[in-house]
């Protein structure tokens, strides 16, 4: 089937409704035209009217006869058949009213062509030009009339100047699309020995990661034209437009093959096709067209389609299927060394001096995206534009970190002096009880200036090497810390604020992964009580358990957090003086260094056991085995 010669339906609809108004106006309009002016007598009433000589004007046609009387209130036409009278003709003389063949009338045939088949004409086209002006706004391409349901614009750039150097870390993506460069340099090579290349490849991975870029690296690399499409493009368009739009999109693809075709966002379309609601008839046709168009073109001929989502489990299982997107390429978030490189990647054009420790940057943004870091990059040296510096420092990195963690110091911020005092208060408590902890991360930096993400200070503390696993003591430490901001309010003040809000959140947070998922509550066991939705995007999770067992859960929980609360206490209860004095120093400063906490702390601290953990606390400082960077912010 030539897919090209299908009837367009916009246009059935179209020339309908024009039919359908023409004929409304000859059926109405035109006759009311003429049945408000005229009126039907008959022969006999005319003569008498002549007689009584109350006719003005007489106008005989071919077969009947139209006359006005000379009444003034009476502008109404007449009419009346005509009967071969030869005495008519005496009659008009007789009563003296002006006649002739023809009176000419404003009510000519040419004016009842223009009334019932130009008009709406008109009226359709002013319309319809209306509809296309507004609709070609929104898809932001133009077109006139016929264009309807098609694009003209240029889906297509010839070459994208990217290559797999601009895209730093993703290593593991890169390899398995270095085959498909592989491939459409040379396809005979594959084609030769008979095997087929996948038609498509899907990208997944959280947003941000580099997987536009990556689909435009591989155009770059390979040196053919990159034609791209946004899965959002399709949402708001009339029906049909979708569909002929894959159309255009491959039939221009097929002209200049070898190439490649992108579709980002692919979930906007290829979302399971569902019959609970009645679907999107819109939506699945443009899916429908998309799968078609897959199956429709060759192996070998040279076109290879990339798709990027962040919700894979969202996607169609028909789109999923061999010869479609069969390979998946997972496009994680950056480990320690990918979010190093990235950072170098990005700074190649800006002038950095000599201080610069990438290695420090990336170690205090895990969990960091591509995007994210290109971003900090670019804050600081906005940063050192701004003071005036002709280079970009580590501070101007490390104050870019914050402000994307955090958002711009709020320096003209007004906090009273007990507000002040309570806020540092709260920070030092975390970062007593973190180097307490003895599987916390070291406290890398105290603050207590005001950030417009409404932090009022926190508490930054930076890993020394990337983690991947969490064990249940480190779990246990963490809470522990987040709790520390209150058992300091509760210890010295003997108070409650709201800024714990955020620390409550996150400790219940982990308590409750550890009951539900990762299996640390020795009551549960290895039962999974929650699955997560969407891990790309903030891994929301729903409850896979029985009303009976989720009140358990919750009892669970808050013993956890409850247990860690009352061992953040005691810490700070054993350590109060260094408390206060940590904080009096906080409170002249502001802002304090890991280096500084450390030396103030140096000298005798105790360390409570943690009575939910299995390794026993010794008296120490500052373990070293420690990973992510975790913000405990009030
Ligand atoms: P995604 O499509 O996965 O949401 P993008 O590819 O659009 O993310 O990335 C957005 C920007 O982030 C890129 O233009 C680039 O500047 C930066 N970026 C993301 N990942 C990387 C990476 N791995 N290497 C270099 N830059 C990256
Ligand atoms: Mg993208
Ligand atoms: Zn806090």
């Known amino acids: 089937m030539n897919n090209d010669k299908k009837p367009n339906y916009n246009f059935v609809w179209f020339y309908a409704a024009l039919l359908g108004i023409i004929l409304l106006f000859n059926a109405f309009l035109v006759p009311n035209f003429e049945k408000k002016k005229t009126t039907e007598v008959g022969y006999g009433t005319f003569v008498q009217m002549l007689k009584n000589k109350e006719v003005s004007s007489v106008d005989i046609k071919e077969n009947k006869i139209s006359f006005k009387t000379n009444k003034k209130d009476d502008k109404n036409m007449y009419i009346t058949g005509k009967m071969e009278d030869p005495n008519l003709v005496e009659e ?55 264009s309807f349901g098609k694009s003209n614009a240029k889906l297509y750039v010839k070459s994208t100047g990217v290559s797999f150097s ?10 398995a699309l270095t085959e498909i460069v592989d491939f459409l340099h040379a396809p005979e090579k594959y084609t030769s020995i008979g095997a087929k290349m996948p038609k498509g490849a899907l990208l997944v991975g959280p947003p941000g990661t580099g997987k536009t870029l990556l689909a435009q690296a591989v155009a770059g690399e390979a040196k053919v ?38 579709i980002d966002e692919i979930d906007a379309i290829g979302k399971k096709r569902d019959t609970n609601f009645g679907g999107n008839d819109e939506r699945e046709q443009t899916l429908n067209q998309l799968l078609s168009e897959m199956d429709g073109f060759e192996d070998g001929i040279g076109i290879v389609i990339l798709a990027a989502t962040n919700r894979p489990d969202s996607l169609d299982n028909a789109l999923l299927r061999p010869g479609r997107f069969d390979r ?25 001096s ?24 670019n804050e600081a040296a906005l940063r050192a534009v701004r003071l005036g510096r002709s280079t970009v420092m580590q501070e101007d990195l490390e104050e870019s970190v914050e402000t994307v963690i955090a958002g711009y110091q709020r320096k003209g911020a007004v906090i009273n002096e007990k507000e002040k005092r309570i806020v540092a208060y709260h920070e030092v408590g975390h970062a007593l009880v973190a180097a307490a902890g003895k599987h916390s991360a070291p406290v890398h930096k105290i603050t207590i200036i005001p950030r417009t993400s409404g932090a009022l200070g926190y508490t930054l503390q930076v890993e020394k090497d990337e983690k991947f696993l969490m064990t249940k003591d480190e779990a246990l430490d963490n809470i522990t810390t987040y709790t520390g901001g209150r058992a300091a309010e509760e210890l010295i003040f003997n108070t409650k604020t709201s800024g714990a809000s955020n620390d409550i959140e996150m400790a219940t947070k982990i308590a409750r992964s550890m009951v539900t998922r990762f299996g640390m509550d020795d009551n549960f066991g290895m039962v999974a009580l ?86 026993e606390a010794k008296e120490n400082t500052v373990e070293e085995e420690q990973n992510n960077e975790e913000e405990k912010s009030i």
């Not at 601009?166 to 390899?175: H, M, N, R, T």
């Not at 998946?328 to 950095?352: Q, T």
Request: aromatic fraction near 8%; hydrophobic fraction near 40%.
């Open 92 to 146: 008009l003389e007789k009563s003296g009213a002006k006649y002739g063949k023809e009176i000419p009338s404003e009510n000519t045939p040419i004016f009842y062509f223009i009334m019932s088949w130009v008009l709406p004409f008109l009226i359709i086209w002013m319309i319809g030009r209306f509809l296309i002006k507004n609709m070609s706004k929104k898809m932001g391409s133009g077109g006139g009339m016929m």
């Open 166 to 175: 601009d895209v730093a870390g993703q290593d593991e993506a890169k390899e």
């Open 225 to 262: 034209p990159f034609f791209s499409i946004s899965g959002s493009e399709f949402v708001e368009m009339f029906v049909g437009m979708g569909a002929s739009r894959v159309r255009d999109l491959f039939k221009q693809a097929k002209e200049k093959a070898p190439c490649i075709v992108f």
């Open 328 to 352: 998946r390429i997972p496009v994680e978030l950056p480990d320690l060394k990918g979010r190093e490189s990235i950072l170098e990647v990005h700074s190649k054009n800006i002038k950095k």
């Open 354 to 377: 000599d201080d610069i420790d990438f290695n420090q940057v990336a170690r205090a943004t895990s969990g960091a995206s591509g995007a994210e870091l290109a971003n900090i990059v």
């Open 530 to 615: 929650e699955t997560v939705n969407n891990r790309y995007l903030g891994g929301d999770t729903s409850l896979a358990c029985s009303p009976e067992t989720s009140s358990i859960i919750d009892k669970t929980v808050i013993e956890i957090v409850k247990n860690c609360h009352e061992r953040a206490i005691n810490i700070l209860r054993e350590n109060e003086e260094k408390l206060h004095e940590i904080s009096e120093y906080l409170l002249k400063n502001e802002t304090i260094t890991g280096e500084e906490f450390m030396d103030i702390l140096e000298s005798k601290y105790i360390i409570t056991s943690n009575p939910n953990s299995e390794t």
